[in-house]
């Protein structure tokens, strides 16, 4: 540790520029997508950021045409909460924390802490890319503004949103350090995970349970009363010439968020958080053992030794286990609120159990399905050396990934009972059956994602996403999701449960042959570059963990 706290200003230059060479030669090999991989991975982000700019050019035309002056400082005021809000939760809601600095590898480099977590902060603007299209919208807009000043207050609208980014930055790397200080702590981090939850919820979770009221919540976060909140004085710093004091408290929030992140990083950087290998023998584990032997009583070797061992090694995989609770409780996030406030019927209310199992499922995908090979690593290259034939590996993966689905689905039920006055059992059975149905699809183009884009995923590393195949889920899950639709559709129109079950079993034999042919096609991928996709996920990440 000596070479990170001790590396002069004069060396800091070239060990930063050697850690981007490394990162660049990490990510310079392609994978077995090609050129064709690249593309429909760049279809994703074009639309995504697409979306977010036309949203950021009419948040632009409201902000020119906005009036009177008190409006457009409340409503700034108000913007900036959510995009705060959004800028430090999202990665947390997505269980994917963004790209990061490996503290273990970067040992070797003779960089000085402030240099390290600099390169950090600057690493947090890629989690906060669409806030600051908003901002950029926003700030425009003002300035075409009378009421809000026009050209003449540009200098002091840009340095409030300055400001505020910077806050933001250094914000999101002590919020991600916490986090992952947290979540390498044995027993903690579905704890934690639950907590998050509950804190998402809880305001609606008080109104909904008429413990609070809606004009008391309202009082509380009224931004229009002088508070000393960041969002406030940044706002009264752009729309007030003589908003002295409240420069003063922005700077002030600044640099406390700054202090708090660059404390929570040099502790990161300064402990080993990797967890022990080792850990007491339980009566917890005993019965988990006994649970991942089950397969071996339903199916024939080898797919029960598949099975067997992807249950044992997703059960003890953090990432996994971090992944499955979130489907869970973040499924209770959507429940809890509107089972347990006013009456109502709308589709949301009668289908949440349907709606909860397949963000479940989803969810699953990114640590599962959607990259079956991704915490194999290295032993990937067991697969060329078993004669084991690819088709039996991918329905194995796919077995075990299913019962995973399964538990979730169960545990999606129990806490519907649990929280619903008046429970419609029949939309539980729904559930298991539409979400089986929607799983077909989905574990189709996880085939193909695997062999297309192989990626690998460090067990330990809490904050590590789905890669660069997560855009493609997002961009194909509707056009999975559209068969089932169909069916929903259809028994809405015709006001017929009969037409509703024929659409459902048409949905899943179409979703059978859908999986049959992916299959097919895996297979034959698989077959003809299983060097290329060991090679791939036998190699190792650069200084720069991908999120």
């Known amino acids: 540790m000596t070479g990170l706290g001790d590396g002069g200003s004069g060396g800091g230059g070239s060990g930063i520029a050697a850690i981007l060479r490394a990162q ?32 950021a050019f009419a948040v632009h035309l409201i902000a020119r045409e906005l009036e009177p ?23 947390v809601l997505s269980a994917s924390l963004g790209a990061s ?38 700030g425009t807009g003002l300035a075409r503004n009378a009421a809000a000043g026009g050209l003449s207050a540009v200098p002091r609208i840009a340095v409030a949103l300055t400001i505020f980014v910077a806050l933001n930055l250094a914000l999101g790397a002590g919020v991600r350090s916490l986090i992952e200080r947290v979540l390498a702590r044995k027993r903690v981090r579905e704890a ?27 009082r509380f976060l009224d931004l229009s009363s002088g508070g ?41 950087l300064r402990l080993d958080l990797q967890p022990s290998a080792t850990e007491a023998p339980s009566s917890r584990a005993g019965l988990i053992d006994r649970f991942c032997r089950l397969p071996s009583l339903l199916l024939p070797d080898p797919e029960a030794a598949i099975v067997e061992k992807e249950l044992r090694t997703l059960s003890r995989t953090p990432r996994f286990r971090l992944v499955f609770v979130m489907g869970f409780t973040f499924g209770l996030v959507v429940w809890l609120p509107t089972s347990l406030g006013r009456e109502g019927s709308s589709v949301m209310q009668r289908n949440l159990p349907v709606f909860v199992s397949v963000y479940a499922l989803l969810m699953l ?31 194995a993966k796919n077995f075990a990934a299913g019962v995973f689905v399964l538990l979730e689905m169960i545990a999606v039920m129990l806490v519907c009972i649990a929280a619903q006055r008046e429970i419609l059992f029949v939309k539980l059975a729904e559930a298991f059956v539409v979400t089986p149905i929607v799983a077909l699809y989905l574990f189709s183009a996880g085939n193909l994602s695997s062999v297309h884009f192989p990626r690998a995923m460090n067990p330990e590393r809490m904050g590590q996403g789905p890669g660069r195949s997560q855009g493609l889920l997002l961009l194909l899950f509707p056009l999975m ?67």
Not at 69 to 88: D, H, N, T
Not at 232 to 245: L, Q, S
């Open 192 to 218: 934690a995970t639950f907590l998050i939850a509950m804190l998402a919820v809880l305001p609606q979770l008080l109104i909904a349970t008429r413990a609070v009221s809606r004009q008391t919540l309202g």
């Open 365 to 395: 995908g990114q640590v599962s399905y959607w990259n079956a090979f991704g915490f194999d690593r290295a032993a990937a290259q067991g697969w060329i050396c078993w004669p084991v034939p690819a088709r039996k590996i991918f329905m």
């Open 24 to 55: 660049w030669f990490s990510l310079r090999r392609g994978t077995p997508g090609g050129l064709s991989g690249t593309l429909l991975t760049l279809i994703p982000a074009v639309l995504w950021y697409g979306f977010w700019s036309a949203l």
């Open 228 to 268: 000393w909140w960041p969002w406030e004085v940044a706002a009264r710093v752009a729309m007030d010439d003589r908003g002295g004091p409240a420069f003063v408290a922005l700077l002030a929030w600044a640099v406390a968020a700054y202090l708090f992140g660059r404390h929570l990083f040099l502790l990161n």
């Open 69 to 91: 002056r008190e409006l457009i400082a409340k409503s700034l005021s108000s913007g900036l909460m959510l995009g705060l809000c959004y800028w430090q939760l999202s990665p």
């Open 101 to 138: 600095l490996d503290l273990r590898k970067l040992r070797v480099y003779p960089i000085s802490d402030n240099r390290l977590f600099a390169l950090e902060v600057l690493l947090r603007l890629a989690s906060g890319v669409e806030v600051l299209l908003i901002l950029a919208g926003a």
């Open 481 to 547: 999701l559209f068969p089932v639709l169909l069916a929903y559709w259809g028994r809405r129109v015709f006001e017929s449960d009969a037409v509703f079950a024929g659409l459902l079993a048409f949905a899943a034999v179409l979703g059978a042959v859908v999986y049959w042919i992916a299959m097919d096609s895996a297979v034959g991928t698989m077959d003809r570059q299983r060097e290329a996709i060991v090679s791939e996920l036998s190699r190792g990440s650069g200084p720069v963990a991908r999120g």
